[in-house]
């Protein structure tokens, strides 16, 4: 498996947006129905986070496969919403389980800093007490959690799609992956700084809007819901740009079930 190194981290987010400009129709039907389902499942309290988890590598294949379709110049069909379901389940599934003991662990540590207050609270929606963020425990918790959440984050960053595309294990999925981001640092790098400023320019967008509307919190949540609706197509894609700037020698097989 021959890894390129990136230099460019910020056009992965361009080569996402005109992926998403071929078909945006079908692109907001698909991101709709996948927002709408993991909010469901986010409704069974304790079971509904764990499972939307463990499902997560199986729908990252499936919007790979969708970017993959447009890149072929085919057209983009709402079944391919399931097609990471069709094919290496059984290894998609046991990488999301890995993710989720990764995260529970992630938050297990730092509890050593707030004596479990962030994990409670993303975990089990339970808020902390104002005394944790007066103290400061809460801040060190998330410190910590970047710092141990990082090399997770590395680690499954490809790796659904180098277990569903070339046909690897969880354990040598998660390794590739691990070292295709770290050789690649300086691209993820300007790619995380690219998102920084999308994320500088919501705040003075939401801000705005915030003192237009006078301060509604309807006008809020319809801008948070047109925002997500619009930049999640584009993020989704740019994962597949990554992917194919980084592993550019890779096959991009057919999506199971594809005519």
Do not use: K
């Amino acid at each position: 498996m021959h890894i390129v190194p990136a230099r460019n981290g910020w056009l992965w987010l361009v080569r996402g947006f005109a992926l998403f400009r071929r078909s945006p129709a079908t692109w907001l039907l698909l991101v709709f129905t996948y927002w709408i389902a993991m909010a469901l499942l986010g409704q069974i309290r304790y079971l509904g986070l764990a499972v939307s988890t463990v499902l997560l590598p199986a729908f990252s294949v499936s919007f790979m496969n969708i970017c993959a379709a447009l890149d072929r110049g085919e057209v983009s069909r709402p079944a391919l919403l399931v097609s990471g379901f069709r094919g290496r389940l059984a290894t998609l599934l046991a990488l999301g389980a890995l993710y989720l003991l990764s995260i529970v662990a992630t938050f297990g540590l730092a509890s050593l800093a707030d004596a479990g207050a962030l994990l409670q609270w993303v975990l089990l929606s339970r808020e902390p007490s104002l005394e944790t963020f007066r103290d400061g425990s809460v801040s060190r918790a998330l410190l910590l959690a970047a710092a141990a959440g990082t090399p997770v984050l590395m680690a499954f960053w490809f790796a659904p799609v180098l277990a569903a595309w070339n046909r690897m294990s969880a354990l040598q999925s998660l390794f590739y992956s691990f070292f295709s981001v770290l050789r690649n640092w300086r691209a993820f790098l300007v790619y995380g700084g690219a998102f920084a400023l999308l994320g500088s320019g919501f705040m003075l967008l939401a801000l705005a809007v915030l003192v237009l509307s006078g301060g509604q919190v309807q006008a809020m949540r319809a801008l948070g819901l047109t925002c997500t609706l619009l930049t999640l197509p584009t993020v989704f894609a740019s994962f597949y740009a990554g992917y194919r700037d980084v592993f550019p020698g890779s096959v991009v097989p057919p999506a199971p079930g594809s005519r």
